[in-house]
């Protein structure tokens, strides 16, 4: 069963408007995605979005996206797979210049002194492409934004992107960006929580351990830390086994 969203580049019947009514559906389950989908998940999204959106505008399109460096990109074929593979052994190329934070670029894969990447855009040649379109994935719709991600395009053809493709798929990013950001966002201060909850715990059981010992409070917590060493424990796990009962700690 073809995806709700797909557009079928052969289809007269779809109209401009029924492609703006699934361009705003796509944005929409980009930037309203579950709060528990993973990174990869956001990408595998990303990507099949805007594959459909390509599909007017040419041939198979082969892409690739990730987020952060070092990450492993996701693709959408096998020829993107080989493409960002090499850019890793070369140790650069336009997947991390994106990541970098450098303006969208849409770039001809020719042979020359201009070139950026003479090994990759050679590469590609040998594959039948001959146009990249590289988009810095920021959470904004401004340039000059801090990257979260990056998504590629090569493409076989030889002339630039049409503008209104390129919009859309900054479109895209950015919704995908948002949503990325707000988990990131999460995921922090999840972890700022636990932190406090840990720090809390800790003081109540340093408390607990001066005011059974005599000892200050300084010393308490030396104690206690002592102890976790020793016995090879998590402070908080330690504080809080101390606060309920099921286990003593250190004695003076």
């Known amino acids: 069963m073809p995806h709700p ?7 007269e019947s779809v109209q401009p408007m029924e492609r703006e009514r699934r361009t705003v559906a796509a944005l929409l389950e980009l930037s309203t ?22 599909a007017p505008y040419g ?12 990450a492993k990109p996701r693709v959408t074929t096998e020829t ?23 303006t969208a670029d849409d770039a001809l894969l020719a042979d020359g002194p201009g070139q950026r990447w003479p090994a990759l855009a050679a590469h590609a040649r040998g594959l039948g ?17 801090t990257p979260l991600g990056a998504l590629l395009v090569f493409r076989p053809q030889h002339d630039p992107l049409p503008e209104r493709p390129r919009y859309l798929l900054h479109a895209l990013t950015v919704a995908t960006a948002v949503q990325i ?39 308490a917590f030396a ?3 002592r102890y976790a060493r020793a016995n090879r424990r998590k402070l908080h796990d330690l504080a809080r086994a101390i606060l309920d009962g099921s286990e003593r700690g250190p004695t003076p």
Do not use: F, W, Y
């Open 33 to 54: 995605a579950a709060r528990d989908r993973g990174e990869d998940e956001h990408l595998d999204l990303l990507l099949g979005h805007a594959r459909r959106t390509l």
């Open 129 to 145: 492409l001959h146009r990249l379109v590289a988009l810095p994935m920021c959470a904004q719709t401004e340039p000059g934004g």
């Open 80 to 102: 993107a797979h080989t493409l960002c593979a090499l850019e890793e052994r070369n140790g650069r190329g336009p997947l991390a210049e994106a990541l970098a934070g450098r």
């Open 181 to 219: 950001r707000q988990r990131m966002t999460r995921e922090r201060i999840a972890e700022l929580q636990h932190a406090l909850d840990s720090r809390v715990l800790i003081e109540q059981a340093k408390g607990m351990l001066a005011e059974r010992s005599g000892q200050t409070p300084d010393e």
């Open 223 to 225: 104690a206690l830390r």
């Open 5 to 11: 969203l797909a557009l079928d580049a052969t289809d």
């Open 59 to 70: 041939p198979v399109q082969h892409l690739a996206a990730t987020v952060l460096p070092g």
